[in-house]
């Protein structure tokens, strides 16, 4: 990957930061605020008792990560992603963690001098103009893309940047299909406390997302978790000659496992 290996985790890097405007100006504010407690907090996003660390780890598996391989986390947060991706790549891995809003990244600075990573870059940068380091192994992003109105060129842009079989895995929330209305709206109403999901509601990034994964990899499985308030899509470079990607979502079933890269 090209100068990751170079990036140390004492210091967090900006990138393009000249390109932020009004829009991730608000969204920087609403997670400088949230930052400190966030991971208290996000145990109670979407709603109480939600099964966040069961997807977690659904989401991680479904990288078919190895020792040494090279990770992004797009829009990483404070790097709760960060300790399943070390257990699986080890200390000759390498994670580049994005995320726009500074200081989630300082509470993921604080996470990576806890446990001694030293294998770890924080970029500050919108995942819109992130420039992905070139033959990554590994791409993830987990309730985060969703956020961006430019996601499915954040999935083009991670597409061309992976290696031969690599994976692109995220994981976001949705609005369930043929739902009858009061639940969802019920849903709504917790949530709204939040994040602000009206524009998330017209836009359907979900939909956005599963094209983008269809049209720039192979062997795309797209699964609904916890009753279609979930999602997990994953894919493979293209660079491989994978089969037929499916259409729509498989309801219920845990994803299965990334094969086997090249
Ligand atoms: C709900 S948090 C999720 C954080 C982390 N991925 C997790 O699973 O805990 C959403 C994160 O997305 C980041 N974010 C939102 N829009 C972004 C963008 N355009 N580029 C990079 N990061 C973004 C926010 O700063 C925040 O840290």
Avoid at 2 to 12: E, M, Q
Avoid at 112 to 136: C, E, K, R, Y
Avoid at 138 to 143: E, K, N, P, V
Avoid at 205 to 233: C, H, N, Q, Y
Wanted: contains cysteine.
């Amino acid at each position: 990957m090209a100068d990751a290996g170079a990036h140390r985790a004492t210091a967090i890097e900006e990138h393009a930061a000249s390109q932020i405007g009004p829009a991730q100006e608000h969204l920087i504010e609403t997670y400088r605020k949230k930052a400190k407690h966030y991971d208290i907090t996000c145990r109670l996003y979407p709603v109480p008792g939600y099964p966040q660390r069961t997807q977690r780890l659904q989401a991680v598996q479904a990288l078919g990560l190895r020792p040494g391989d090279r990770v992004v986390d797009i829009a990483c947060g404070t790097g709760l992603n960060f300790p399943l991706i070390e257990q699986a790549i080890g200390p000759n891995g390498h994670i580049v963690g994005v995320d726009l809003t500074d200081a989630m990244l300082a509470q993921a600075q604080h996470r990576l001098q806890n446990n001694g990573w030293s294998n770890i870059s924080l970029v500050q940068a919108d995942a819109a103009s992130f420039h992905f380091p070139t033959g990554v192994d590994a791409i993830l992003s987990t309730y985060a893309l969703c956020q961006v109105p430019e996601c499915a060129d954040v999935i083009a842009h991670g597409a061309a940047a992976l290696s031969h079989g690599g994976r692109w895995v995220v994981l976001d929330l949705k609005l369930p299909d043929n739902t009858p209305r009061w639940p969802t709206q019920l849903g709504i109403a917790i949530v709204r406390h939040f994040a602000s999901i009206d524009e998330w509601m017209v836009r359907r990034p979900w939909e956005a997302i599963s094209a983008a994964m269809r049209k720039e990899l192979a062997d795309v499985s797209l699964t609904e978790l916890a009753f279609g308030t979930a999602f997990l899509a994953a894919g493979s470079s293209v660079s491989g000659t994978g089969p037929e990607p499916r259409i729509g979502f498989e309801r219920g079933s845990a994803p299965r496992e990334a094969a086997s890269r090249a």
